[in-house]
């Protein structure tokens, strides 16, 4: 452990903005990935079931 | 109306390459790979803020290595796996080889801005330049622009299949790029070198370091191998809704 407190840690010897802003869009684009995969899987499944509705009502 | 299109596979790849039993083995696998990926990086922050020590050269801003070199590996990673599988679906007609090149390729995509953008707010403080037209970085522009043609070619065809095709051939000629990439900080008199020099400097520091490096790479391997079987279902699903085998999953 290196970091007196962590107002130092946050400071990360005065490159906190290019160290945070890289951390920062890692984090955010990670996060923006997963849940633009749950909204397409959910669409999938939606779509799915319309079809499956669809086409059980064709065959009635 | 029930259109059954499990066929059985031409060449005898493992059961695996039946869409039905990768969506359902995909669907348990995914939390395994996302935990992991998760503890995975917990670990890895912590070795890299808390036991790596301050490079005594560039400082603190050295940190963002923990996340520009995995990106960058995974970046280049993914587009050879990529290829890879986008050739085998063109070489023997595979569904699936197609459709797991289609889920790789935004996450690689990812990677690679991910890799451009670190190594921006890298080089700023390290040499002054946000941006620079250096051999590494413009061939990893390169792979970035590489990743988003070949999904806006996928996308701008309709039918799946021949999409598969063109976007396949794309994926294929781009790997020359992946030499280049690696090389390039030997072929050419190159900006990016700096931060792999302080790695072997200090044998001590380089211990942590490298463990820290490792142990975040191996986190977002983990992550992409989620996000792609993730996104290969999705896919699966929206080109198969007609098919029994996918309205039954969709209920589940």
């Known amino acids: 452990m290196h970091w007196a407190s962590w107002q130092e840690f946050w400071a990360m010897g005065g490159a906190a903005r290019y160290v945070w802003g890289a ?38 | 109306m029930q259109a059954e299109t499990i066929r059985p596979l031409k060449f ?33 922050l912590y070795l890299a803020f808390f036991v790596a020590p301050t490079d005594f050269q560039q400082g603190e801003v050295y940190r963002i290595i923990f996340i520009h070199v995995p990106a960058a590996w995974m970046a280049m990673f993914i587009y050879a796996v990529m290829a890879f599988w986008a050739g085998l679906g063109i070489a ?40 620079a ?27 799946p299949r021949r999409a598969d095709r063109a976007a396949g051939v794309l994926a294929l000629v781009g790997v020359v790029n992946l030499p280049i990439i690696y090389f390039s900080v030997q072929w050419w008199n190159s900006l990016h ?25 191996l986190a977002f391997w983990m992550y992409s191998i989620a996000a792609s079987l993730a996104r290969a279902r999705a896919i699966l699903l929206e080109r198969e809704k007609r098919t029994g085998w996918a309205q039954q999953a969709a209920l589940e």
């Open chain 1, 23 to 60: 951390y920062g869009m890692v984090v955010l684009a990670l996060a923006a990935e997963m849940m633009l995969l749950r909204a397409r899987l959910r669409r999938a499944r939606e779509a799915a079931r319309r079809a499956s509705h669809w086409s059980n009502k064709e065959a009635e």
């Open chain 2, 92 to 131: 023997f007609n595979t569904r699936m080889s197609s459709i797991w090149a289609c889920a790789m390729a935004p996450t690689g995509a990812l990677m690679a801005f991910l890799a451009l953008w670190t190594g921006a707010l890298w080089g700023r403080p390290a040499w002054g330049a946000y941006w």
């Open chain 2, 133 to 159: 037209w250096d051999a590494r970085m413009t061939s990893t522009l390169i792979l970035l622009f590489l990743y988003v043609g070949f999904m806006a070619l996928h996308g701008a065809i309709d039918d």
């Open chain 2, 12 to 44: 005898g790849l493992h059961r695996f390459a039946a869409p039905p039993e990768f969506y359902r083995l995909a669907g348990r696998l995914i939390p395994w790979f996302g935990s992991l990926a998760a503890v995975l990086a917990a670990c890895g």
């Open chain 2, 193 to 217: 070198q700096g931060a792999s020099i302080s790695l072997t400097r200090a044998p001590t520091m380089a211990a942590t370091m490298l463990e820290a490096m490792l142990v975040m790479t």
